[in-house]
């Protein structure tokens, strides 16, 4: 079964860093593209970043420069690291896959998901 874990939220104050972890089992994350997704209160779901398993990557412009997405292909584990954060970045964040070429921030393109994990960014 393809499974991907999200977590690694929680409460950071603004102008501060933290690191999402999305680990993934029952399939290798270099063959996959692996795209990361959050939803605040009240607003719909929007994509952030995005790695395709040729290794290309995008932003949205809401975190370029501020957010990078890094992966450790021992771990199976694809990050998002996030710095810099502002008090608008706070939603649940998610991790998704999809075993086809290419990079997209469009939902529909991504077959598997993870749970969602928290952020808090305090002003």
């Known amino acids: 079964d393809v499974q991907l874990q999200a977590f690694g939220g929680g409460l950071v104050q603004a102008g501060g860093s933290l690191r999402l972890s999305c680990a993934a089992s029952g399939f290798t994350v270099d063959d996959y593209g692996i795209g990361w997704f959050r939803q605040a209160p009240g607003k719909e779901r929007e994509g952030v970043s995005c790695i395709s398993s040729d290794g290309s990557i995008y932003y949205s412009d809401s975190v370029k420069g501020r957010f990078t997405i890094p992966s450790d292909n021992a771990k199976n584990t694809v990050y998002l690291q996030m710095n810099s954060l502002k008090p608008e970045d706070t939603a649940v964040y998610y991790c998704?896959?999809?075993?086809?070429?290419?990079?997209?921030?469009?939902?529909?393109?991504?077959?598997?998901w993870g749970q969602g994990t928290l952020v808090t960014v305090s002003s």
């Open positions: 998704a896959a999809v075993q086809v070429p290419g990079v997209s921030l469009v939902q529909g393109w991504y077959h598997y």
